[in-house]
C-alpha cells in the first residue's frame, strides 16, 4: 500500500522567512514524488516533481530514499506563497496520486 | 488553450437523489482521473481511464458510485441515492497518457447532500 503523511495541517511563518513543509511517503517500490499547490480559489496545479530536480517559485524538493521523505523548502517565503500544499506519490502502472493530507502555509506580512 | 473543464460548479441535491458530474479532459489526453476532496479524507483516487483500456475502479467508495467515458474523451460521474457523506468536492484531472506524464486538474464540482 502507498500512503503519504504531511504531520502539520497548518504553518504559518513571516515573509522572508525560511519555510519548510515535510513530507514522508510509504511505497514498497520506486516511486514519483509531487507537490501541488492549490492558491484561494483556484485549482490544483502542479508545483514541482522530483525527476525534474528543478526550482519553482523558488521552492526546491529533495527526494531522500532513506528517510523515505520528500520536504518542501524556500529560504525566503512571501506572502503569495500562501496556499494549501499537497504531497503526492505516483508508484503504480496507472499513475495514480496518492495524496498527503495537506499543509495550509501562511505567510504573515 | 484550454484546459480540464467540470459542470456543473456546485450542485446541491436531496439525499436519495442522482447526480451526475461530468468532466471534459484537454484535448488530445488519453488519461482521465476521478479524485474525490473531502474536508475528512483529504484527496481521494475514485477512477481511472486510459485509452480504450478497462478502467480502474479500485478508488470507488461503493457500487452507488460509478463512471463512463464516451469516445475517449468526456467522461461522466454518477452517484445513485446519494448520501450525506457523499458531500464533498470531486476533481477530474487528465494527462496525456504517456509514462510520467502530469496530471492537469479541473476546477472541481461541489456537491452538497442534504
Known amino acids: 500500500a502507498q500512503r503519504v503523511t504531511q504531520p502539520e495541517k497548518l504553518l504559518s511563518v513571516f515573509k522572508g522567512a525560511p519555510v519548510e513543509l515535510k513530507c514522508n511517503y510509504s511505497?514498497?517500490?520506486?516511486?514519483?514524488l509531487f507537490w501541488y499547490v492549490q492558491y484561494s480559489r483556484q485549482r490544483l496545479q502542479l508545483l514541482l516533481r522530483h525527476i525534474s530536480r528543478e526550482s519553482i517559485k523558488g521552492f526546491t524538493a529533495d527526494l531522500n530514499k532513506g528517510e523515505t521523505s520528500f520536504h518542501l523548502k524556500k529560504p525566503f517565503a512571501q506572502e503569495e506563497d500562501s496556499a494549501m500544499y499537497y504531497c503526492?506519490?505516483?508508484?503504480?502502472?496507472?499513475?495514480?496520486?496518492?495524496f498527503g493530507k495537506g499543509t495550509l502555509l501562511t505567510v504573515n506580512p | 488553450g484550454a484546459g480540464v473543464s467540470q459542470s456543473p460548479s456546485n450542485k446541491v441535491t436531496e439525499k436519495g437523489k442522482d447526480v451526475e458530474l461530468r468532466c471534459d479532459p484537454i484535448s488530445g489526453h488519453t488519461a482521465l482521473y476521478w479524485y474525490r476532496q473531502s474536508l475528512g479524507q483529504g484527496l481521494e483516487f475514485l477512477i481511472y481511464?486510459?485509452?480504450?483500456?478497462?478502467?480502474?475502479k479500485s478508488g470507488l467508495p461503493s457500487d452507488r458510485f460509478s463512471a463512463e467515458r464516451t469516445g475517449g474523451s468526456v467522461s461522466t460521474l454518477t452517484i445513485q441515492r446519494t448520501q450525506q457523506e457523499d458531500s464533498a468536492v470531486y476533481l477530474c484531472a487528465s494527462s496525456s497518457g504517456l509514462v510520467r506524464s502530469t496530471q492537469y486538474f479541473g476546477p472541481g464540482t461541489r456537491l452538497t447532500v442534504l
Open positions: 503526492a506519490l505516483s508508484g503504480g502502472s496507472n499513475y495514480k496520486l496518492t
Open positions: 481511464f486510459q485509452g480504450n483500456s478497462a478502467p480502474d
Open positions: 511505497y514498497s517500490g520506486s516511486p514519483e
